[in-house]
């Protein structure tokens, strides 16, 4: 064996498994600077050791059937008969409807409310987004797999899992797999393909999440306000859909070396009225099993004095890694040493002015999703660069098994290259398979860039 692949593999057993700790994380933004370890670009040769590995795992079973492949058991955060609850919703709806919010009727979608707003495609349907009409054939491994990286970099997924599972190949690829059967049981490709249009109207017009400014390491900051939030005000099958769209829209707002995002968990004006367990229970799954080390930091803010009995009972649920990155704030003082007092929002006592109001969709925003031969030409684009990429992580894989350091280190490249062309190919595609959303509307996000003066208020000395 050469040289390198000497030093790669006694590196292998030196990775670093240990978790960061909050003192870590703190330290973060103690000095001004993201820790990058172990993300993509930035692994040492016994992680891309291990990366490759993982790589080869996956390759010997691409072609299989999803549901042949050995995965973790797809435990649901809370036992929930989805189409039951949808039914009963329904006729709550028909039978006794009353207004959420701001003219918002209970188990009414943003389309239904833009109809009768006025707010109607031109198109032939009147639809603002085609049907969806999914995918026909079973998945294999590898189509789920491309189905979840979209516009991600292959291995920033990877490392995700691997970093999740502490560097245990066999562990993260159960995870994985597990992730991308929760994803078609779920049908996430259809949510993000209507975006907001079928979320719950109330959700979106309340604005109970939004993200807005960046963090002092670069990370979008995610506003959570609890007091915005009542169980009773829609269905837990809504509110899941709601919480996968947001997660899977917050992916765009990440950019290598931003992979993480801030969640600022706003407990002002908090009352045991808003306290929702099923709610908490699927966010926390979601973050731990489907949506792994995407969390950099969350901030309990202003909690009520009785907020350390409930923390008692929901630090439980944690996950080790999860719980490592929450730190507690009661007053604007302590979110400046994780936040540019320009990049707080004003009522928060910063010097941001924004106010969060939600962006109606445009009548045509999404007439692009109704260009079948466009589509099928970016479709094709992709699977050409995505079969490419395969064959260069198979090379990159031969060459570390046989010791070949040249052919290893010109994989590695390839790779890497392709990569990027996946990237921009998948972005040019997601104009034909994704509804445009309040982000893009507001001109926030343009393709890899995410600019947060576009929200900027006149006067505002936000940066």
């Not at 993509?40 to 990366?51: A, D, I, R």
């Not at 309990?300 to 439980?316: A, D, E, T």
């Amino acid at each position: 064996m050469s040289g390198i692949f000497k030093a790669i593999s006694r590196q292998r057993s030196t990775v670093d498994l240990a978790n960061p700790g909050p003192e870590a994380i703190v330290t973060q933004f103690i000095k001004g600077r993201l820790d990058t370890t172990a993300t993509y670009q930035n692994l040492s040769p016994g992680e891309e050791n291990l990366l490759a590995d993982f790589w080869e795992k996956i390759l010997n079973d691409f072609d299989k059937p999803l549901d042949s492949v050995t995965s973790d058991p797809i435990a649901k955060p809370i036992e929930c008969d989805d189409q039951a609850e949808l039914a009963k919703a329904k006729d709550i709806q028909e039978s006794s409807p009353f207004e959420v919010f701001e003219g918002c009727m209970f188990n009414q979608s943003v389309a239904q409310r833009c109809e009768e707003l006025g707010i109607v495609s031109s198109h032939a349907s009147g639809l603002l987004v085609p049907e969806y009409k999914g995918r026909t054939e079973p998945h294999t491994l590898g189509s789920a797999l491309w189905s979840v990286v979209r516009e991600d970099h292959p291995d920033v997924l990877m490392l995700r899992f691997l970093r999740a599972r502490k560097w245990d190949i066999e562990k993260a690829y159960r995870m994985a797999v597990a992730a991308l059967k929760w994803r078609i049981q779920e049908n996430v490709e259809e949510i993000i393909w209507y975006g907001d249009l079928h979320n719950d109207a109330s959700l979106m017009w309340k604005g109970v999440s939004y993200a807005h400014g960046k963090d002092k390491l670069g990370q979008p900051i995610i506003w959570s306000g609890s007091c915005l939030h009542h169980q009773k005000d829609q269905s837990y099958p809504q509110l899941k859909r709601y919480l996968i769209w947001m997660m899977e829209t917050l992916r765009q707002l990440l950019n290598p070396p931003i992979e993480r995002v801030c969640l600022i968990m706003d407990l002002t004006d908090h009352s045991n009225a808003n306290m929702d367990w099923p709610f908490v229970k699927t966010f926390l799954k979601f973050l731990e099993a489907y949506y792994p080390e995407c969390l950099g930091i969350c901030i309990v803010y202003n909690g009520p004095w009785w907020f350390s009995g409930v923390w008692k009972l929901i630090s439980p649920l944690l996950d080790p890694v999860v719980a490592s990155k929450v730190q507690f704030a009661q007053k604007p003082e302590s979110l400046y040493k994780f936040i540019d007092e320009k990049q707080l929002l004003q009522s928060r006592g910063g010097k941001d002015k924004y106010k969060f109001e939600y962006a109606k969709p445009d009548p045509e925003e999404n007439k692009l999703m109704f260009d079948e031969e466009g589509r099928a030409a970016a479709s094709k684009t992709l699977d050409d660069l995505q079969e490419q990429f395969i064959k260069a992580t198979t090379d990159w894989t031969d060459a570390k098994e046989s010791g070949d350091d040249d052919k290893f280190s010109e994989a590695s490249s390839r790779r890497m290259e392709l990569s990027d062309q996946i990237k921009a190919a998948a972005l040019e595609k997601d104009k034909y398979t994704r509804a445009r959303h309040y982000y893009t509307r507001t001109g926030v996000l343009d393709g890899t860039v995410v600019d947060w003066s576009k929200l900027q208020i006149p006067g505002d000395s936000a940066d």
